[in-house]
C-alpha cells in the first residue's frame, strides 16, 4: 500500500514509463537492478526511489530529471526541508557569509 508521497512519484512514473521507449525490463536493468518486481513497487507506491537511482530512472523514463529528484526527496523528507533544499541550491549563489 503506497503513502501519499510515495503516490505521487508512483503516478509520475507510471505516466512515463508508459511513454517510455523501453520495457519495464530494460528500465531495471538501466537501473543496475536484477529484478522488475522493484520497479513495479516503484510504480505502485509500495517501494521508494533511491535517490541514487533517480538521474537513471529520469534518462529512461525520458522524463524531467529535476521534477522526479523533487518528487522523490519529499517521498523520502518532510516537506520543509525538502523547500529549505530548494533555497539553498536554487540560485547557485556562494554564501554571503566571508570565510577568512
Known sequence: MSSGRNA????FI???IAKSAYTLEEI???LGLH???IVEGFCRGDRKVPL???NALAEALGCDRRQLFL???NSWFDTDFVTMLEEVFANGSASSVEHS
Not at 505521487?8 to 503516478?11: C, D, F, G, I, N
Open 71 to 73: 518528487l522523490v526527496l
Open 28 to 30: 531495471t536493468l538501466l
Open 52 to 54: 541514487d537511482k533517480v
Open 14 to 16: 507510471q505516466v512515463h
Open 35 to 37: 529484478n522488475t518486481e
Open 8 to 11: 505521487e512519484v508512483a503516478s
